[in-house]
């Protein structure tokens, strides 16, 4: 979804055309390199999805107070509220991956603990 909004940052549909303003390029260019930063899943991808998602909601702003340089298609607010979607999204991605590990750390310390068990079952008997 990040390099989607980050391609309609830059193009406008009706009339078709490229938005090359100072802050198309920099809420464009922000939210392509976040999604794809945040595809190769590594320890630093969120901070960088968050940063193009904060990045996404000020340019909103800027667009709603109609800063120069900041012409975002559509009605500027919708952007702020993309920002925060994103942000939400990842912060759900991020606690369901740290579920799933958690998960996987019990499912292996049951089945380790068990292990010990029924060794140490075997070893009282004669």
Sequence with gaps: MMCMMGVFALVR???????LFPGNLVVGIGL???????????????????????????GGLLTF?????FELPGYPLIWLVVGLYIEMRLIVNVQSQ?????????AESES???KLASEGEGEDKP
């Design 13 to 19: 549909l009706q009339p078709f055309g490229l938005m």
């Design 112 to 114: 380790h603990k068990d």
């Design 98 to 106: 740290r579920r799933q590990a958690l998960a996987k750390k019990r």
């Design 32 to 58: 392509l390199l976040g999604g794809l930063i945040l595809s190769a899943n590594r320890s630093f991808s969120l901070a960088v999805a968050t940063g193009a998602a904060i990045l996404t909601m000020v």
């Design 65 to 69: 107070a109609k800063v120069r340089g």
